[in-house]
């Protein structure tokens, strides 16, 4: 890895449950594994696509989100995705910040950090 790396953006689109559980196993093991730095701030999670209705307030994922998010893990939720299922930025668990598209913040998010990681 890069020294001058400046941060890690993990990209979430699946809607299925085994998917975003394994998503969340690998995001843990990367913050967690001390080889890779991952200082707070440093990792951003965007999420869109079918992905974005485990973001909600009302879903049992929301306290997992609000932990993560107290970790120092960034996560962004596309507006987009949200609008097309029916959910408004007004619905998300605590600490999630709603952008416009999720796959441009993906690209410019790539674009300054350099490091991409597409999980399920």
């Not at 196993?25 to 701030?41: D, H």
């Not at 209705?53 to 893990?73: K, M």
């Not at 007004?90 to 999720?102: K, M, R, T, Y």
Request: charge should be negative; hydrophobic fraction near 40%; charged fraction near 20%.
């Amino acid at each position: 890895m890069s020294d001058n790396l400046t941060g890690v953006v993990v990209h979430i689109t699946s809607g299925d449950a085994s998917d975003w559980r394994q998503a969340f196993r690998n995001l843990s093991n990367l913050y967690n594994n001390e080889s890779v730095p991952t200082p707070s701030g440093m990792v951003t999670v965007v999420i869109n696509g079918e992905a974005v209705r485990f973001t909600r307030a009302a879903s049992p994922e929301a306290d997992q989100l609000s932990r993560i998010v107290e970790s120092g893990i960034q996560i962004k939720v596309c507006v987009n995705s949200l609008d097309r299922l029916g959910y408004g930025p007004d619905n998300l668990a605590e600490g999630i910040e709603p952008v416009s598209s999720g796959v441009a913040e993906a690209v410019q998010l790539q674009q300054k950090n350099g490091v991409y990681l597409k999980l399920p």
